[in-house]
């Protein structure tokens, strides 16, 4: 795990690579548009999302709109953000859900967000660290891949990851923190190959080059060279 100092110091070059981090998933004055955002997320890009959401509130603009409509029709339209039809389930049950057991009104606690289909730890942390402005962290596969390669975090799971973060950074930086590791996972520390030259965190990071030694390693054990012949 990182010092103090070196935490201090990561924190502190994020801020400098990337200070108008935000969510981005489209966040509007309906608190149930960012469950249902945050739901057809999973294994579609918020790019995505977004446009078909547009969509979608634009015909169901209320969590009653989406009881009247019913399921069949919520699916018809969120077919390009995959697996529509339990992403469908989902949102229809979340509207029910929100009607008989909350009355309308999207809690603010992460446990009882967690009570609605389709939203597990981190949609939990992101709908009250967004929206409700409760210090949280989202740990995505970025923040895992990003913060464990700058020794910020040790763990193997996002539970034990979010604790780990949440001993060493400050509370407002909860939230924020999060987003920059999404920022900084897309645009360099990318999964497979990452642009570790290029990196301003380089000299604080254990792990700089994994990716290309790992491949150099593979290529050795397989007994092939990489070189054209």
């Avoid at 981090?21 to 955002?37: A, N, S, V």
């Avoid at 739901?39 to 999302?49: E, K, N, P």
């Avoid at 977004?50 to 018809?76: M, W």
């Avoid at 990196?199 to 070189?227: F, I, T």
């Amino acid at each position: 795990m990182k010092t103090s100092r070196t935490t201090t110091e990561i924190l502190k070059r994020l801020h400098q690579l990337y200070p108008e981090t935000e969510c981005t998933l489209d966040i509007d004055e309906d608190p149930f548009h960012l469950l249902c955002r945050a739901v057809l997320s999973a294994q579609c890009t918020d790019v995505r999302v977004n446009q078909v959401s547009e969509v979608l509130f634009a015909e169901y603009p209320t969590y009653e709109d989406f009881l009247s409509a019913g399921q069949e029709k919520i699916g018809e339209i969120i077919k390009p953000c995959g697996f529509w039809k339990v992403k469908s389930s989902y949102l229809y049950e979340s509207a029910v859900l929100l009607k008989e057991q909350f009355h309308g009104e999207l809690p603010k606690d992460a446990q009882e967000l967690e009570k609605f289909p389709g939203v597990g730890r981190k949609v939990a942390n992101l709908l009250v660290s967004e929206l409700f402005g409760i210090p949280a962290i989202v740990v995505d596969t970025h923040c895992m891949r990003v913060s464990g390669r700058l020794g910020l975090s040790s763990g193997k799971n996002p539970a034990t990851i979010e604790k780990e973060l949440m001993k060493i950074l400050p509370e407002e930086e909860w939230a924020p923190f999060g987003h920059r590791m999404v920022d900084h996972g897309r645009a360099v520390c990318t999964a497979r190959a990452p642009k570790c030259d290029a990196c301003l965190l380089s000299d604080v990071c254990p792990k700089k080059g994994v990716a290309s030694k790992s491949k150099g390693e593979a290529v050795k054990r397989s007994g092939h060279s990489s070189k054209k012949v």
